[in-house]
């Protein structure tokens, strides 16, 4: 971890609006986020915990680029006010992520395809890196998402994630949908990451023992608002 500032979010707030069924309903407007400012160091494990319904996936969403949201968020000092290649997620199910049609090879190499970058070579190279990065076998190019366990699975998605080398991932209860034994590998292979790429990550989880084994710092979020913990 660096002194350079990686995330900067700044006096952001968002509201989840919703209408009564009724013909002439109200437009129903809750809070979610109240003002909220965060900053987060390049090459930091920072962690965000928070009872379910707090807004911790609503601030990952904005982060993303995918919600409207009041206030600034930027990265490296820049404005994100659209999605960005800059900031790829994790998602608690990674069956759900992943389209089972299609081959791993497929899967890791369309977000390179979709951005144009590398020559058919190129990309097949870095498939085959980022595979091995992950713990897995470059042959698992010709395998589908049926014939993974839940732990290869979420290795897929984040070798898919980071194969764009973005500057922040993050993950978003990544372990939750795992046995005990799985999340620990997997948490054992963010640290892997962490310091072999000199990896930023937002770990976003209730669970208190993966947060405090995995983050060098740790936030509580409460009714929208941060607390630090550590």
């Not at 390179?112 to 070579?121: A, F, W």
């Not at 366990?149 to 990544?174: T, W």
């Amino acid at each position: 971890m660096d002194n350079t500032t990686l995330l900067s979010v700044r006096d952001v707030s968002s509201a989840y609006v919703s209408r009564n069924f009724a013909l002439f309903g109200k437009k129903q407007i809750k809070p979610v986020l109240d003002h909220i400012n965060l900053e987060m160091q390049t090459g930091e494990i920072l962690g965000l915990t928070g009872k379910s319904g707090c807004g911790k996936t609503t601030l990952a969403k904005c982060i993303l680029g995918i919600i409207d949201y009041e206030g600034k968020i930027l990265i490296d000092n820049k404005e994100l006010k659209n999605k960005s290649s800059q900031v790829q997620m994790v998602f608690q199910e990674p069956g759900a992520s992943l389209n089972p049609v299609k081959k791993i090879g497929w899967l890791m190499e369309e977000p390179l395809v979709i951005h144009k970058i590398g020559t058919p070579d190129e990309r097949k190279q870095k498939i085959d890196e980022m595979l091995e990065r992950v713990g897995l076998d470059p042959s698992y190019k010709t395998r589908r998402v049926n014939d993974l366990s839940g732990g290869q699975k979420q290795r897929v998605c984040i070798g898919r994630a980071l194969i764009l080398s973005p500057r922040l991932l993050i993950a978003d209860e990544a372990i939750s949908s795992l046995d005990v034994s799985t999340g620990a590998q997997i948490l054992n292979m963010f640290r892997e990451l962490h310091s072999n790429l000199g990896l930023s990550v937002l770990f976003i989880s209730h669970n208190k023992n993966a947060v405090e084994y995995l983050c060098d710092r740790i936030i509580e979020m409460r009714e929208g608002i941060f607390h630090a913990k550590a």
